[in-house]
């Protein structure tokens, strides 16, 4: 008789209490490095491509001329490049995640990649707002990659390693958030920077931008290149991508499908109601408010860091932007890599995501503080603890990403559907994430121009941006579903 379960018990998590019971005292399974590596060099590129523009972007958008010259609105604009990305990805990473499932990780993460590296050497030859829209778009609608990386982590590890991975992960993903910024920043107008060797340059006088979006696409090229002759599939392709796209099935697929248990095909084609779950949900909820947060902050922060001091900034140039931005990068993937999985065992995910989370509020109340402290003291050895104090905390609260992602692998219905499970999580944390930097550089310019709540409309409303991820966090169990 075939096992039944209640449609809210993920089918993983029932699989793993089996085996624990049988075992239960299971002996931690080494990494497989050779596969896992690869897959590190990969993610380098998503924050890379990501996070290069943030150095100059408040500059681009001043340049274009779309302010008309009114400083107060390039918190709005710079808001808009980064949630055009999140929106076009959101419609389309369910997709990914899902066609994934069917023909396999490698074609989804090769096409991904290549949307990448295209999208940003458009970027890089935009010289207006419509074509930065443009380009900004294409970037998110072709990039699958972040729930097909998840998915892949899942399947080369198992419940007694995952929480090293994904402590480690951190540590590719913030090499990217530091080269990112550190290419846009050191790169951005050439012409003007490095004049003995770019000065005589029309091209890059006219293309300002162009370099540090040239270096990023090269770089996931690469990544490109090496995932082509070195990364193995991990999950069983169903159908040829061409079957997938074309439709229609060849007689050996008819022959094979007719030896398919009917519940193995149910598994493997499991509608989009099945992820509307307790598990799911809750999971996906705790991911997606995190990200909101953490949109919100690395949003509205290089914005923050350009503003006069008189409007609430700190009056920082791009060059300086950019090697803030990577020494947060460079601190957060060693913080993750060195405390992730003792600060999980020793709290358990649960307290942990709520200890992470509860870290945002003195973050967020920082900025009045660290622009009031620029006021009086100017841009001293004072301003400068406050800001690596800031910075700190939104280090630890990172955690938070870890644990979201071992609750949505928990969380999954069936084996058949990780690669949608994560897809369906990414969806809903790139709407969250296309919300974000629109509502909060929003809210900058709002508090800036009408001086609203005494400048401070932002802060209020990412104050409530925690309160929401406090309450999903308190709706996780104690344990993931298949501890």
């Known amino acids: 008789m075939p096992r039944t379960t209640d449609e809210e018990t993920p089918l993983l998590g029932d699989q793993s209490r089996n085996l624990q019971q049988n075992n239960p005292k299971k002996q931690k399974t080494p990494l497989p490095w050779r596969q896992f590596s690869i897959l590190l060099m990969l993610q380098v590129s998503e924050p890379i491509t990501s996070q290069v523009i943030a150095p100059f972007l408040p500059q681009l958008i001043k340049d274009i001329g779309v302010t008309d010259g009114e400083d107060s609105r390039i918190g709005y604009y710079v808001g808009l490049m980064h949630s055009?990305?999140?929106?076009?990805?959101?419609?389309?990473?369910?997709?990914?995640?899902?066609?994934?499932?069917?023909?396999?990780?490698?074609?989804?993460?090769?096409?991904?990649?290549?949307?990448?590296?295209?999208?940003?050497?458009?970027?890089?030859?935009?010289?207006?707002?419509?074509?930065l829209v443009i380009s900004r778009c294409l970037n998110g609608a072709l990039n699958g990659n972040i729930g097909v990386m998840k998915s892949m982590?899942?399947?080369?590890?198992?419940?007694?390693?995952?929480?090293?991975?994904?402590?480690?992960?951190?540590?590719?993903?913030?090499?990217?958030?530091?080269?990112?910024?550190?290419?846009?920043?050191?790169?951005?107008?050439?012409?003007?920077?490095?004049?003995?060797?770019?000065?005589?340059?029309?091209?890059?006088?006219?293309?300002?931008?162009?370099?540090?979006?040239?270096?990023?696409?090269?770089?996931?090229?690469?990544?490109?290149?090496?995932?082509?002759?070195?990364?193995?599939?991990?999950?069983?392709?169903?159908?040829?991508?061409?079957?997938?796209?074309?439709?229609?099935?060849?007689?050996?697929?008819?022959?094979?499908?007719?030896?398919?248990?009917?519940?193995?095909?149910?598994e493997n084609?499991?509608?989009?109601?099945?992820?509307?779950?307790?598990?799911?949900?809750?999971?996906?909820?705790?991911?997606?408010?995190?990200?909101?947060?953490?949109?919100?902050?690395?949003?509205?922060?290089?914005?923050?860091?350009?503003?006069p001091i008189e409007l609430g900034g700190l009056s920082l140039d791009p060059p300086a932007i950019g090697i803030i931005l990577a020494l947060l990068g460079v601190s957060g993937g060693i913080v993750q890599w060195l405390f992730f999985a003792p600060m999980h065992d020793l709290l358990g995910p649960k307290t942990l995501f709520l200890v992470s989370a509860s870290l945002c509020i003195p973050m967020i109340a920082l900025y009045p503080v660290i622009n009031a402290a620029a006021r009086i003291y100017g841009l001293g050895c004072f301003v400068w603890f406050l800001v690596a104090f800031q910075l700190t905390l939104f280090i630890f609260a990172s955690s938070a990403f870890g644990v979201s992602f071992i609750f949505i692998g928990a969380a999954a219905p069936s084996e058949a559907s990780i690669g949608a499970t994560n897809g369906f999580a990414q969806t809903i944390v790139s709407v969250m994430r296309a919300v974000a930097p629109a509502t909060v550089n929003s809210a900058y310019s709002l508090s800036v121009g009408k001086h609203i709540m005494g400048g401070h409309f932002a802060y209020w409303v990412m104050a409530a941006m925690v309160l929401l991820m406090l309450w999903v966090g308190s709706l996780l169990p104690r344990r993931p579903w298949n501890a």
Not at 283 to 289: D, E, F, L, Q, V
Not at 294 to 302: L, Q, V
């Open 84 to 131: 055009l990305f999140f929106l076009t990805e959101a419609c389309t990473i369910f997709h990914w995640s899902r066609m994934s499932d069917k023909i396999g990780r490698r074609p989804v993460l090769l096409t991904g990649l290549f949307g990448l590296s295209a999208s940003m050497w458009c970027f890089g030859l935009s010289k207006s707002f419509w074509s």
């Open 269 to 307: 084609q499991l509608p989009f109601r099945a992820f509307l779950v307790r598990p799911v949900l809750v999971a996906a909820g705790s991911y997606a408010t995190f990200s909101l947060v953490e949109m919100a902050f690395r949003a509205i922060t290089p914005v923050f860091y350009a503003m």
């Open 153 to 266: 982590t899942i399947e080369i590890t198992d419940s007694t390693n995952i929480a090293q991975a994904y402590g480690i992960l951190p540590v590719t993903w913030s090499f990217g958030t530091t080269m990112g910024p550190l290419i846009g920043g050191s790169l951005a107008r050439p012409a003007e920077r490095f004049p003995g060797i770019f000065g005589d340059s029309a091209f890059f006088k006219k293309y300002p931008y162009f370099l540090p979006c040239s270096v990023s696409a090269t770089i996931t090229a690469l990544s490109w290149l090496i995932a082509f002759l070195f990364m193995k599939e991990t999950a069983k392709p169903q159908m040829t991508p061409r079957q997938y796209l074309f439709g229609g099935m060849t007689k050996n697929d008819r022959s094979k499908s007719k030896h398919i248990p009917a519940q193995e095909r149910v």
